[in-house]
């Protein structure tokens, strides 16, 4: 019998992880770890998720069923116990979604850019790193990165090409009006 704790409990037992762990279960992304065999959770912290603006986190929150929040917070979870040694030799890994995650070791460990704080710590059935900004997972611009406010993308919309910044800027409004909904 082992004396660690599992994922679930590792991630809800540390403070720093509370936002994730309350929405990992409030959007049943718990379920991943149902399945067996062991996952790497790059966790962001309380702090990351005070990046994301209200109104964005609201609609998350708010939409039926959150499976864009439960898209979202699997987009952090990658098969398989990676520990931060063996992330740097990497330059991609898929995550549980299907879609890769981009790995640097350039200037500090980062995943799309966000930064790793706290590394290796260990759970029964996986590895669990700090990440300072929450990861996007945007199905529509098929882009994985950090998440971006939807003020600097009507920004970056603005100064795309004009059709691309039209689809862009429909798509946010269009989102938008289906957040208020």
């Known amino acids: 019998m082992t004396d660690k704790l599992n994922l679930i409990e590792t991630i809800a037992k540390n403070d720093t992880f509370s936002t994730f762990s309350r929405l990992m279960g409030t959007s049943n992304a718990n379920e991943a770890f149902s399945k067996g065999g062991d996952f790497t ?3 962001p912290t309380n702090d990351a998720f005070g990046k994301i603006p209200d109104k964005q986190m609201n609609a998350l929150l708010n939409e039926t069923g959150q499976t864009s929040l439960k898209r979202m917070l699997s987009y952090h979870i990658v098969p398989g116990k990676l520990f931060a040694a063996n992330l740097s030799s990497k330059l991609s890994t898929p995550t549980i979604t299907g879609t890769d ?3 640097s070791d350039s200037h500090g460990l980062k ?4 930064g790793v704080q706290a590394r290796n710590i260990e759970a029964s059935n996986g590895v669990v790193h700090a990440l300072d ?16 406010p939807i003020a600097e993308t009507e920004t970056a919309a603005a100064a795309a090409p004009a059709g691309l910044a039209a689809q862009t800027s429909n798509d ?10």
């Open 172 to 181: 946010v409004k269009t989102d938008a009006a289906s957040a208020t909904k």
């Open 111 to 114: 995943v799309n850019d966000s």
């Open 133 to 148: 900004t929450v990861l996007e997972y945007d199905t529509k611009a098929l882009t994985t990165a950090p998440l971006t």
């Open 41 to 43: 959770v790059f966790a």
């Open 101 to 103: 995650i981009r790995i």
